[in-house]
Protein backbone atom coordinates (compact mmCIF):
# COMPACT_ATOMS: atom_id res chain seq x y z
CA UNK A 1 0.00 0.00 0.00
CA UNK A 2 1.69 3.31 -1.03
CA UNK A 3 2.34 5.85 1.78
CA UNK A 4 0.96 9.13 0.85
CA UNK A 5 3.75 12.02 0.24
CA UNK A 6 3.17 15.48 0.72
CA UNK A 7 4.99 17.95 -1.16
CA UNK A 8 6.92 19.83 1.19
CA UNK A 9 7.76 23.11 -0.51
CA UNK A 10 9.71 26.34 0.36
CA UNK A 11 8.02 28.32 3.31
CA UNK A 12 8.47 31.68 3.65
CA UNK A 13 9.66 32.66 7.56
CA UNK A 14 6.93 34.99 9.06
CA UNK A 15 8.01 37.14 11.86
CA UNK A 16 5.98 37.33 15.25
CA UNK A 17 2.84 39.76 14.95
CA UNK A 18 4.47 42.64 16.56
CA UNK A 19 7.76 42.64 14.64
CA UNK A 20 6.00 42.07 10.97
CA UNK A 21 5.80 45.88 10.33
CA UNK A 22 9.02 46.90 12.02
CA UNK A 23 11.35 44.45 11.35
CA UNK A 24 13.87 47.56 9.71
CA UNK A 25 14.10 48.73 13.26
CA UNK A 26 17.16 46.73 14.72
CA UNK A 27 18.85 47.84 11.52
CA UNK A 28 18.36 51.76 12.37
CA UNK A 29 19.09 50.83 16.43
CA UNK A 30 22.14 49.78 15.50
CA UNK A 31 22.99 52.20 12.51
CA UNK A 32 22.18 54.89 15.38
CA UNK A 33 24.09 53.64 17.98
CA UNK A 34 27.55 52.90 16.11
CA UNK A 35 26.99 56.89 14.60
CA UNK A 36 26.56 58.26 18.40
CA UNK A 37 29.77 56.66 19.81
CA UNK A 38 31.49 59.15 17.83
CA UNK A 39 32.22 62.15 19.73
CA UNK A 40 32.59 64.51 16.75
CA UNK A 41 29.41 63.56 15.70
CA UNK A 42 27.56 64.44 18.82
CA UNK A 43 29.32 67.96 18.46
CA UNK A 44 27.90 67.99 15.04
CA UNK A 45 24.58 67.42 16.32
CA UNK A 46 25.10 70.19 19.37
CA UNK A 47 26.43 72.49 17.20
CA UNK A 48 23.52 72.01 14.54
CA UNK A 49 21.20 73.61 17.86
CA UNK A 50 23.38 76.58 18.10
CA UNK A 51 21.27 78.67 16.00
CA UNK A 52 17.81 78.18 18.24
CA UNK A 53 18.98 79.79 20.62
CA UNK A 54 20.29 82.97 18.57
CA UNK A 55 16.40 82.82 16.84
CA UNK A 56 15.17 82.98 20.77
CA UNK A 57 17.42 85.95 21.09
CA UNK A 58 15.87 87.64 18.00
CA UNK A 59 12.32 86.67 18.94
CA UNK A 60 12.77 88.26 22.73
CA UNK A 61 14.26 91.01 21.41
CA UNK A 62 11.28 92.03 18.85
CA UNK A 63 9.03 91.39 21.88
CA UNK A 64 11.09 93.60 24.08
CA UNK A 65 11.77 96.55 21.29
CA UNK A 66 9.43 96.12 18.45
CA UNK A 67 10.80 98.58 16.17
CA UNK A 68 13.49 95.97 15.77
CA UNK A 69 11.20 93.72 13.63
CA UNK A 70 11.67 95.98 10.62
CA UNK A 71 14.82 94.55 10.42
CA UNK A 72 14.28 90.98 12.67
CA UNK A 73 11.00 89.88 11.22
CA UNK A 74 9.51 87.03 13.37
CA UNK A 75 6.84 85.89 11.58
CA UNK A 76 7.12 82.94 8.41
CA UNK A 77 10.39 84.42 7.27
CA UNK A 78 12.11 83.95 10.24
CA UNK A 79 11.52 80.12 10.41
CA UNK A 80 12.00 80.00 6.69
CA UNK A 81 15.45 81.40 7.16
CA UNK A 82 15.90 79.29 10.24
CA UNK A 83 15.49 76.11 8.36
CA UNK A 84 17.65 77.28 5.37
CA UNK A 85 20.25 78.02 7.93
CA UNK A 86 19.93 74.14 8.79
CA UNK A 87 20.81 72.83 5.48
CA UNK A 88 24.82 72.69 5.87
CA UNK A 89 24.48 70.42 8.90
CA UNK A 90 22.00 67.99 7.16
CA UNK A 91 24.57 68.24 4.39
CA UNK A 92 27.71 67.00 7.32
CA UNK A 93 24.82 64.67 9.15
CA UNK A 94 24.42 62.94 5.31
CA UNK A 95 28.13 62.75 4.42
CA UNK A 96 29.51 61.35 7.66
CA UNK A 97 26.44 59.56 8.88
CA UNK A 98 24.89 57.97 5.31
CA UNK A 99 28.20 57.42 3.37
CA UNK A 100 29.09 54.20 4.99
CA UNK A 101 25.74 52.87 5.51
CA UNK A 102 25.61 50.42 2.71
CA UNK A 103 29.23 50.74 1.56
CA UNK A 104 30.59 49.48 4.57
CA UNK A 105 28.14 46.26 4.14
CA UNK A 106 29.07 46.01 0.75
CA UNK A 107 32.79 45.64 1.78
CA UNK A 108 32.37 43.36 4.43
CA UNK A 109 29.94 41.39 3.27
CA UNK A 110 27.46 42.31 5.81
CA UNK A 111 24.44 43.15 2.86
CA UNK A 112 24.16 38.92 2.35
CA UNK A 113 23.90 38.21 6.01
CA UNK A 114 21.06 40.42 6.33
CA UNK A 115 19.10 39.65 3.31
CA UNK A 116 19.78 36.33 4.32
CA UNK A 117 17.40 36.66 7.07
CA UNK A 118 13.85 37.13 7.37
CA UNK A 119 14.54 40.70 6.10
CA UNK A 120 13.16 42.24 2.48
CA UNK A 121 14.97 44.56 0.47
CA UNK A 122 12.55 47.16 1.24
CA UNK A 123 13.02 46.55 5.47
CA UNK A 124 17.04 47.00 4.73
CA UNK A 125 16.81 50.04 3.03
CA UNK A 126 14.32 51.54 5.26
CA UNK A 127 16.09 50.52 7.46
CA UNK A 128 18.67 52.35 6.50
CA UNK A 129 17.18 55.46 5.33
CA UNK A 130 15.78 55.95 8.84
CA UNK A 131 18.91 56.65 10.37
CA UNK A 132 19.25 59.62 7.75
CA UNK A 133 15.94 60.39 8.44
CA UNK A 134 16.00 60.99 12.29
CA UNK A 135 19.14 62.20 12.18
CA UNK A 136 18.07 65.11 9.27
CA UNK A 137 14.61 66.05 11.22
CA UNK A 138 16.08 66.04 14.90
CA UNK A 139 18.37 69.14 13.38
CA UNK A 140 15.15 70.38 11.32
CA UNK A 141 11.73 69.50 12.71
CA UNK A 142 12.97 69.40 16.69
CA UNK A 143 14.64 72.44 16.95
CA UNK A 144 12.07 74.41 14.53
CA UNK A 145 9.11 73.21 16.43
CA UNK A 146 10.80 74.29 19.56
CA UNK A 147 11.54 77.57 18.16
CA UNK A 148 7.97 77.78 17.15
CA UNK A 149 7.24 77.03 20.82
CA UNK A 150 9.48 79.51 21.95
CA UNK A 151 7.38 82.48 19.65
CA UNK A 152 4.60 81.03 21.40
CA UNK A 153 5.19 82.18 24.75
CA UNK A 154 7.21 85.27 23.71
CA UNK A 155 4.66 86.29 21.37
CA UNK A 156 1.37 85.01 21.83
CA UNK A 157 -0.79 87.54 20.40
CA UNK A 158 1.20 87.27 17.70
CA UNK A 159 1.11 83.75 16.63
CA UNK A 160 -2.05 82.64 18.10
CA UNK A 161 -3.16 84.41 15.05
CA UNK A 162 -5.47 82.90 11.43
CA UNK A 163 -2.24 84.67 9.68
CA UNK A 164 0.26 82.28 11.17
CA UNK A 165 -1.44 79.21 11.89
CA UNK A 166 0.37 77.65 9.04
CA UNK A 167 3.59 77.80 10.31
CA UNK A 168 3.72 74.74 11.89
CA UNK A 169 2.87 72.80 9.14
CA UNK A 170 5.26 74.41 7.54
CA UNK A 171 7.96 73.53 9.66
CA UNK A 172 7.29 69.85 9.36
CA UNK A 173 6.92 70.01 5.09
CA UNK A 174 10.27 71.71 4.80
CA UNK A 175 11.78 69.74 6.85
CA UNK A 176 10.44 66.43 5.18
CA UNK A 177 11.35 68.33 2.19
CA UNK A 178 14.78 68.55 3.36
CA UNK A 179 15.58 65.92 4.91
CA UNK A 180 14.00 62.82 2.16
CA UNK A 181 15.98 63.57 -1.01
CA UNK A 182 19.10 64.12 0.62
CA UNK A 183 18.62 61.09 2.31
CA UNK A 184 17.61 59.27 -0.38
CA UNK A 185 20.64 60.69 -2.67
CA UNK A 186 23.40 59.75 0.47
CA UNK A 187 22.26 56.22 0.48
CA UNK A 188 21.91 55.86 -3.25
CA UNK A 189 25.80 57.33 -3.08
CA UNK A 190 26.54 54.65 -0.52
CA UNK A 191 25.08 52.24 -2.43
CA UNK A 192 27.78 52.59 -5.47
CA UNK A 193 30.69 52.23 -3.80
CA UNK A 194 32.47 49.93 -1.00
CA UNK A 195 34.53 52.42 0.45
CA UNK A 196 32.83 55.09 2.90
CA UNK A 197 34.92 58.02 1.75
CA UNK A 198 33.99 57.86 -1.65
CA UNK A 199 30.76 57.57 -0.95
CA UNK A 200 30.69 60.51 0.99
CA UNK A 201 32.87 62.54 -1.59
CA UNK A 202 30.57 61.47 -4.21
CA UNK A 203 27.26 62.84 -2.95
CA UNK A 204 29.23 66.16 -1.88
CA UNK A 205 30.53 66.30 -5.14
CA UNK A 206 27.55 65.19 -6.63
CA UNK A 207 25.12 68.22 -4.31
CA UNK A 208 28.15 71.03 -5.14
CA UNK A 209 28.13 69.77 -9.37
CA UNK A 210 24.73 70.45 -10.03
CA UNK A 211 25.09 73.90 -7.94
CA UNK A 212 27.96 75.09 -10.38
CA UNK A 213 25.97 73.49 -13.58
CA UNK A 214 23.38 75.03 -12.59
CA UNK A 215 25.23 78.53 -12.44
CA UNK A 216 27.39 78.17 -15.86
CA UNK A 217 24.11 77.44 -17.49
CA UNK A 218 22.13 80.10 -15.90
CA UNK A 219 24.58 82.70 -16.03
CA UNK A 220 26.17 81.91 -19.60
CA UNK A 221 23.64 80.92 -21.59
CA UNK A 222 20.45 82.40 -19.79
CA UNK A 223 18.27 79.17 -19.32
CA UNK A 224 15.30 79.62 -16.66
CA UNK A 225 15.38 75.24 -16.40
CA UNK A 226 18.93 74.91 -15.35
CA UNK A 227 18.05 76.54 -12.27
CA UNK A 228 16.11 73.49 -11.43
CA UNK A 229 19.87 71.20 -11.35
CA UNK A 230 20.60 72.82 -8.06
CA UNK A 231 19.06 70.75 -5.23
CA UNK A 232 19.55 74.11 -3.05
CA UNK A 233 17.47 76.03 -5.26
CA UNK A 234 14.87 73.90 -5.41
CA UNK A 235 14.85 73.56 -1.92
CA UNK A 236 14.81 77.63 -1.32
CA UNK A 237 12.00 77.56 -3.94
CA UNK A 238 9.93 75.31 -1.45
CA UNK A 239 11.04 77.33 1.55
CA UNK A 240 9.87 80.60 -0.25
CA UNK A 241 6.34 79.36 -1.27
CA UNK A 242 5.63 77.57 2.60
CA UNK A 243 7.11 81.08 4.36
CA UNK A 244 7.89 84.19 2.32
CA UNK A 245 11.24 84.14 1.71
CA UNK A 246 13.06 86.35 -0.55
CA UNK A 247 14.93 84.72 -3.43
CA UNK A 248 17.54 85.45 -5.31
CA UNK A 249 17.12 86.40 -9.02
CA UNK A 250 18.23 82.99 -10.85
CA UNK A 251 16.29 80.69 -7.65
CA UNK A 252 12.73 82.63 -9.27
CA UNK A 253 11.44 79.01 -10.05
CA UNK A 254 7.90 78.27 -9.31
CA UNK A 255 7.72 75.80 -6.35
CA UNK A 256 5.66 72.78 -7.89
CA UNK A 257 8.28 72.52 -10.77
CA UNK A 258 11.25 72.69 -8.09
CA UNK A 259 8.88 70.16 -6.50
CA UNK A 260 8.73 67.60 -9.40
CA UNK A 261 12.42 68.07 -9.96
CA UNK A 262 12.94 66.79 -5.78
CA UNK A 263 10.63 63.67 -6.73
CA UNK A 264 12.63 63.09 -10.05
CA UNK A 265 15.88 63.03 -8.08
CA UNK A 266 14.55 60.86 -4.84
CA UNK A 267 12.95 58.59 -8.38
CA UNK A 268 16.30 58.03 -9.85
CA UNK A 269 17.82 57.45 -6.11
CA UNK A 270 15.08 54.98 -5.45
CA UNK A 271 15.79 52.84 -8.84
CA UNK A 272 19.72 52.94 -7.80
CA UNK A 273 19.06 51.26 -4.40
CA UNK A 274 16.81 48.33 -6.30
CA UNK A 275 19.70 48.07 -8.87
CA UNK A 276 22.07 47.74 -5.92
CA UNK A 277 20.81 46.14 -2.96
CA UNK A 278 20.48 42.79 -3.49
CA UNK A 279 21.07 39.39 -1.64
CA UNK A 280 23.10 37.63 -4.64
CA UNK A 281 26.07 39.42 -5.83
CA UNK A 282 27.25 39.26 -9.30
CA UNK A 283 30.79 39.23 -9.89
CA UNK A 284 32.17 40.31 -13.69
Not at 141 to 165: D, I, K, M, N, R
Not at 235 to 247: H, P, T
Request: proline fraction near 5%; hydrophobic fraction near 55%.
Amino acid sequence: MPSAIHEQGYRRYEARGPLRQLRFWPITREALRMLLQRKAFLALLALAWVQLVARAIQIWVVTQYPQAGRLLPIDGRLYGDFLSAQVPFVLFLMVFGGAGLIASDLRTGAILVYLSRPLTRRDYVVGKLSVLLLLGLFVTLAPGLLLYLVGLALAPGQYLTLELWWIAPGILLQSLVLVVPLGLLALASSSLTRRPIVAGLGFFGLFMGLEMARGVLRQIFDQRWATLLSLQADLRSIGAALFGNALRRFEAVPWHEAALALAAVCAVCLLVLRARVRAVEIVR
